[in-house]
């Protein structure tokens, strides 16, 4: 009897867990799909709301439409600030940044096609078509004689779009910029075609279902204290675009695109005529040994220096006072 029980036995056991796994199973799909169903709701009214935050608007020539926002402090000096990968509003992203360096520009900040405010891209996100599209941009407002700053990702559109229009750029500043060699690195992280592969996976399970946006409104506090300047509704409209945020199908291309955009720059250097600033984060200077090599390697002007400061990636968050210190100091020189 004892012998013929115990296998029943064992079968309720093995069917009472199947069910209680199968119900938490069950749990998180509703979960998921409940945060899911949520994201688009508040998606469209943070949407909504964010609509005219700031800026202006350039219809470049097909047809789409790129944000910008002209700060006019009054002086001789414009500089144009260039975004990381994905920024979800540049024009609160820099807004602290672009307050301390007030008595030494003027700026633009754009949102490059796939950004913020901007519309979407019809054409591939190639080096090319994003320095034409950003040179039509400041032809059509009169300021393509400019000094180019640059964060992450943007560094290397800055040195395709130097070497695309070299009498035009007066100068470039690098916060912790890429340089097209970083995909030679002996670093799995740093290859291309991993980080595109992360991030289809990460569109679905992070974004698409409404994950991202629970950790952004956890975090927000932390984001807004990065920022202090930003204030009152500016504050609430920040917010709006961060929660919003996720991986579209322009940043899906530009990612896509990676590879090949640091292949076509790869043997790229800055112009002579064009003084850089490189100031870079010492954490990953820190992971990877060659970082400050790679981009003392790409710079010709004399006047050019290559800075490595305390801080993390995003430098104008972390390191501010550091940052425009260093700037104010090589705009000062």
């Not at 519309?119 to 591939?124: H, I, L, Q, Y």
């Not at 229009?165 to 916060?175: A, K, L, N």
């Not at 675009?241 to 955009?261: F, P, Q, S, V, W």
């Not at 800055?270 to 040994?289: G, R």
Request: charged share 25%.
């Amino acid at each position: 009897m004892n012998s013929e029980s115990t296998p029943k036995k064992k079968h309720i056991v093995l069917r009472t867990i199947l069910k209680i796994l199968g119900i938490i199973l069950l749990i998180i799909l509703l979960l998921v799909a409940v945060l899911a169903i949520r994201h688009r709701i508040c998606s469209k009214k943070d949407r909504a709301f964010a609509a005219n935050a700031y800026g202006e608007y350039y219809t470049t020539a097909d047809g789409v439409k790129m944000n910008y926002t002209i700060i006019d402090n009054g002086l001789e000096d414009t500089a144009v600030i260039l975004p990381g990968y994905g920024c979800p509003t540049v024009r609160y992203e820099f807004d602290s940044f672009i307050t301390e360096l007030r008595d030494q520009y003027n700026f633009v900040l754009v949102e490059p096609l796939g950004y913020g405010l901007s519309d979407g891209a019809v054409t591939e996100r190639s080096v090319k078509n994003y320095c034409e599209e950003l040179h039509s941009l400041l032809d059509f407002i009169d300021r393509s004689k400019c000094t180019l700053i640059a964060h992450s990702i943007g560094g290397l559109y800055a040195l395709n779009y130097a070497n695309m229009y070299p009498d035009e750029v007066q100068g470039f500043i690098g916060i912790d910029a890429s340089v097209p060699r970083q995909g030679d690195m002996d670093n799995a992280t740093s290859k291309p075609e991993n980080v595109y592969k992360l991030y289809k996976i990460m569109r679905p399970l992070l974004y698409d279902s409404g994950i991202n946006r629970v950790l952004c409104e956890l975090s927000f506090e932390q984001t807004a204290a990065q920022v202090p300047t930003l204030k009152g509704e500016d504050l609430q409209k920040a917010k709006a675009l961060y929660c919003m945020a996720g991986i579209n199908d322009t940043l899906m291309d530009e990612m896509r695109m990676l590879g090949t955009n640091f292949k076509t720059c790869h043997d790229m250097k800055f112009p002579e005529s064009v003084p850089v600033l490189y100031v870079l984060a010492k954490s990953n200077c820190d992971m990877m040994p060659e970082w400050e090599g790679l981009h003392k390697e790409i710079v010709t002007n004399p006047e050019s220096k290559v800075v490595v400061i305390e801080g993390e990636h995003y430098l104008h968050f972390t390191s501010l006072q550091k940052l425009v210190s260093e700037i104010t100091a090589w705009h000062n020189r």
